[in-house]
């Protein structure tokens, strides 16, 4: 007989699964209410703010860069960027398109790890991709056939696929050459037609109800481009800020149950990052063919359903592609790899779309270029308020749902912001207790 929540319960998972780190969840039920919600962070601090201190300005992209195996490149453009703000440095037009194109790269290989390895096997009903590929070897093949175009545009442009070795403050160290971007473009045009079928695929996922008011805060971009490596922060709430503003506006706080700091906006309070606010605030920055490809999924131009987020996940890997294959014809390999740098004191800010959302760096330097402090705000810090606003909601609504279920669709509410608590999978461990 399947065990049926009570009146007061403690709905507990005490590792999550499929997601990158270690973190556990809480739901407390008195009297068909659910009345303390809480996503636990219990992965130990890594203290890279305080590692960076004392270290030279040019190292910063290489160290931050180990933050996180999956979207190592967020982490080194978010740190250029602010330094190269604090020493006054505009690159080349030409570094730029190329920072664009391997900001592509990762998008596509994040974006095809999260929807086929971590998230669609709740969809289809798995507790993972080995049980699931037994069934859907097709579909799992798309997936890592898409990850792996990723990986090689980051190796090509990068240096190497993880924690990529060609990224400098300023620029590269060298460019790809003519020969290795042409030979990319027959992988991204298969990778553009995967993409498609990824949406196609995804669309026909059965997407349990939830719409949420979340305050969306993302990127704007300048020139008509999606949001990627660089633009104004934009709000639902018709917020618009730049990056030396930021902490004007998110304000962080020590949450004892939590080794994460969590976010919010200041006068809002909760607010949510990463595929769903993008899109939201930008549909009409995507490419005509990503647009078509939203609209045959069934979406309109905005999105408020999290559960949705795995398709708008596969429309962004359409768009990134699609841009991928633009920049192949504007990057013009014989430029120069960098701008100059001269160390100087001062304060710069960064701040980019990593695939899970807002990554800001902000960076104090001395006269000679020596990092004085560092503050980094990931895009899980700032989703901890919309997730456990989600689960909430989900429960509240749900509480006649078996516990096996129940605790499932939790899992999975959770898994819609691909959480990066850092790079680890483990397995799930379930106790209920009564009373």
């Not at 190592?72 to 190269?84: D, G, L």
């Not at 934009?234 to 949450?255: C, M, N, R, W, Y």
């Not at 304060?347 to 001395?366: F, K």
Request: aromatic letters at 6%.
């Amino acid at each position: 007989m399947t065990h049926r929540l009570n009146a007061d319960e403690l709905l507990r998972v005490d590792a999550l699964a499929r997601v990158e780190g270690e973190g556990a969840m809480r739901i407390r039920i008195r009297d068909g209410l659910v009345t303390e919600v809480a996503l636990d962070i219990y992965e130990p601090p890594r203290f890279f703010e305080a590692l960076l201190r004392g270290r030279a300005f040019g190292e910063a992209p290489d160290i931050t860069a180990r933050i996180c195996g999956i979207c190592p490149v967020a982490y080194q453009m978010s740190a250029c960027q602010a330094i190269e703000a604090a020493f006054e440095v505009e690159v080349p037009d030409n570094v730029r398109l190329l920072r664009r194109l391997l900001y592509c790269g990762e998008w596509i290989e994040s974006h095809a790890l999260h929807i086929f390895l971590l998230h669609a096997p709740d969809y289809l009903g798995y507790e993972g991709v080995i049980d699931m590929a037994r069934d859907h070897h097709d579909l799992v093949e798309l997936g890592l056939r898409l990850k792996k175009v990723g990986n090689e545009l980051m190796t090509v442009v990068g240096g190497r696929s993880v924690h990529p070795i060609n990224v400098r403050v300023g620029g590269f160290y060298r460019l790809p050459s003519a020969e290795q971007l042409a030979a990319l473009r027959p992988q991204l045009e298969q990778a553009r037609d995967d993409a498609l079928a990824t949406v196609a695929a995804v669309a026909q996922f059965s997407f349990p109800e939830l719409e949420q008011p979340h305050e969306y805060l993302a990127l704007r971009a300048p020139a008509g481009d999606y949001p990627l490596e660089r633009g104004t922060l934009v709000s639902s709430g018709g917020l618009v800020f730049d990056a030396p503003q930021f902490g004007d506006h998110i304000v962080e706080e020590h949450v004892e149950r939590s080794n994460a700091l969590h976010a919010s906006l200041v006068g809002v309070g909760r607010y949510m990052v990463g595929p769903l606010p993008r899109y939201s605030l930008n549909f009409d920055r995507l490419s005509p063919l990503a647009q078509q490809a939203a609209r045959d999924a069934g979406l309109g131009t905005t999105c408020r359903n999290p559960f949705q987020s795995i398709v708008v996940r596969a429309v962004e890997l359409v768009y990134a592609c699609d841009e991928a294959l633009r920049l192949l014809d504007a990057i013009d390999p014989s430029g120069p790899p960098a701008a100059d740098v001269l160390p100087r004191a001062g304060i710069g800010h960064g701040v980019t779309e990593a695939p899970r959302g807002i990554l800001y760096h902000r960076y104090e330097l001395a006269d000679d270029g020596t990092i004085v402090s560092a503050q980094i705000v990931p895009p899980t810090s700032q989703n901890q308020g919309a997730v456990e606003a989600d689960l909430t909601a989900f429960v509240q609504n749900h509480l006649d749902l078996p516990t096996d279920e129940l605790t499932h669709r939790c899992e999975q509410a959770i898994r819609n912001y691909d959480p990066c608590i850092s790079c680890a999978t483990h397995f799930l461990d379930l106790t209920v207790d009564e009373g």
